[in-house]
């Protein structure tokens, strides 16, 4: 399907504010802007020129207008083992919360390798035809040789379903029994080496244009803390244009509702102890959530930062994972007589009952969402985003809308964006200027959400680590903080920003206020970050976070 194909959101008499009431407020507030109506006009220009549109205008910058579309990553229906909800049911989910694009991601195993795929995908065809104002992507999840799980999905084109396949068949460490990832063990240099291999094929499949872009995530990184530094470097040094990031925040944000699933559960189900497949390196508390956030990405100056820290982007992301729904009161579907899912790569269709059933997740973009800038509306401009590094989060709707420019005092244009690059010279005054704009209805909870502060976090950037598995950034830290609470409506924050001898970036985060304290690392370095919650205690909607991904500002003449 091609971008030009796919409708454009000018007309208000054809907005999907009319089908998707959700979503209305952020739509809206993107075409007073003129971008649905201006940028996106599908007529003006090819879609890979969203991917070239981060054009610098020389030394001082000079990115695209952007609107930004709202989506999750990783999904699960009845063609995941452990999941139970049929496509047209989470697509109407995502609609109603107001999502534009979503990835379906089954669990790799014998059944979907043999049988699912296929009928996946015609699935997915109906899904499409149902929800036209919906970009839907078929995806995979993968189990990592040597590690845990990853996002993989292509743009939509005759080869999508050959690719995920091909890929399952030949990389997947569940399949192939490539799962061995200890320290020392006789198999894991082997299956780190096959992981790398996987990447790498991906990347030749978009090279050689057998599909037209194919994209990685690492899904709930620290949720066993089996995803060494070294491997996510490996993974990414692989392919940087194919292995793009990470979750930021997990799935399963409803795990640990007070009174729901027990006294020992938290956000993400992260509830697990390290194991002989664990990395030895990571502390005992990596492996709980903070606000919601992975411990990778939530500590200022860990592991994301010692990534940030090299001069690479990596991009982080939220999702669902949904697989069972919080308080839903759908169940599996019978098996009919000799089925079972190594035969047929699909659960029985769900059925309704009257009675709450267990559940950890919440609908595809209830409380999780991924913001990607995009130039024009389509799969492979959402991609591009997503390469480009376009992207915020929030969690519970903390916001409708944030935009982030950097420019050179000395400059008129409007500077670069998340992602992007700003190229200047050693004592230059540099102004950040961060657009917010409050939420302006209750999100699905009933609750209006308040924004009550925004921080600025900066990092030296030194460049490739001497050690592959240091996960510590230690010259980053909450550099600026600003305390908005009792602002609504559309405010811009201006930062001023020296570059001093080295090369840096900067990220953004903020909060409700509900629950932070000194960060994992200490006050010095983040004096207010997220916190961990009691076990069984983590009403998700009481503590929401936004994150952004960085800027980068490269040095010269230092």
Request: net charge negative; hydrophobic share 40%.
């Amino acid at each position: 399907m091609s971008e030009q194909q796919l409708p454009v959101w000018a007309d208000p008499s054809v907005s999907p504010a009319a089908l998707d009431p959700q979503g209305a407020s952020r739509r809206q507030l993107l075409r007073a802007a003129g971008l649905f109506g201006a940028a996106f006009a599908l007529g003006s220009a090819a879609a890979p020129a969203v991917a070239a549109g981060r054009g610098h205008g020389g030394s001082g910058g000079e990115d695209p207008r952007l609107a930004y579309l709202v989506g999750d990553h990783h999904i699960h229906t009845v063609y995941s083992h452990d999941a139970k909800y049929t496509f047209s049911q989470l697509a109407a989910a995502g609609a109603r919360y107001g999502l534009d694009w979503m990835v379906f991601t089954e669990h790799s195993n014998f059944g979907h390798a043999r049988f699912g795929a296929p009928l996946e995908h015609d699935e997915i065809l109906r899904a499409r035809a149902e929800n036209p104002r919906q970009l839907i992507f078929q995806g995979l999840e993968w189990y990592i040789p040597a590690a845990e799980h990853c996002t993989v999905f292509a743009a939509p084109g005759p080869h999508e379903v050959d690719l995920l396949t091909r890929f399952e068949s030949a990389y997947d460490g569940k399949l192939l029994g490539y799962t061995e990832g200890a320290a020392g063990a006789a198999d894991t240099a082997r299956n780190e080496a096959h992981a790398v291999k996987a990447v790498q094929w991906l990347a030749e499949q978009r090279r050689t244009g057998y599909v037209d872009d194919v994209l990685v995530l690492a899904n709930h990184p620290m949720r066993l803390g089996i995803d060494s530094p070294h491997e996510m470097r490996n993974w990414r040094d692989a392919a940087p244009e194919i292995m793009i990031g990470m979750e930021g925040a997990p799935g399963a944000q409803g795990a640990a509702i007070p009174g729901l699933r027990g006294a020992t559960s938290i956000r993400g189900e992260y509830e697990n102890k390290p194991s002989a497949q664990s990395w030895a390196g990571y502390p005992a508390d990596a492996y709980l959530t903070y606000g919601g956030f992975d411990w990778a990405t939530a500590t200022v100056g860990g592991l994301w930062d010692a990534l940030l820290a090299e001069g690479r982007l990596f991009s982080i992301t939220t999702n669902s994972d949904a697989h069972r729904v919080v308080f839903d009161t759908w169940k599996n579907g019978d098996w009919a007589p000799g089925q079972n899912f190594d035969n047929t790569g699909r659960l029985p269709d769900p059925v309704n009952t009257d009675t709450p059933q267990p559940g950890s997740d919440f609908w595809p973009g209830q409380f999780s969402r991924t913001h990607v800038g995009v130039t024009r509306y389509g799969y492979r401009s959402v991609m591009a985003g997503l390469r480009a590094g376009r992207v915020w989060v929030d969690h519970g709707h903390l916001l409708d809308g944030l935009e982030v420019r950097l420019k050179r005092d000395c400059d008129h244009g409007r500077g670069v964006t998340l992602g992007g690059r700003l190229r200047v010279r050693k004592g230059e005054k540099l102004t950040l200027s961060v657009t917010v704009t409050g939420a302006s209805r209750p999100n699905p909870q009933g609750i209006l959400p308040e924004l009550a502060h925004v921080d600025v976090v900066r990092g030296a950037v030194r460049g490739p680590a001497a050690d592959r598995d240091g996960w510590r950034a230690p010259d980053t830290r909450v550099a600026w903080t600003k305390d908005v609470s009792g602002r609504t409506g559309t405010y811009t924050l201006r930062v001023p920003l020296t570059a001093g001898d080295e090369s840096f970036y900067v990220r953004l985060r903020g909060s409700d206020g509900n629950r932070n304290g000194a960060g994992y690392l200490g006050a010095a370095v983040d004096p207010h970050g997220p916190i961990p919650h009691a076990p069984g205690d983590g009403d998700p909607w009481a503590d929401t976070w936004f994150y952004s991904n960085p800027v980068f500002v490269d040095v010269v003449g230092a």
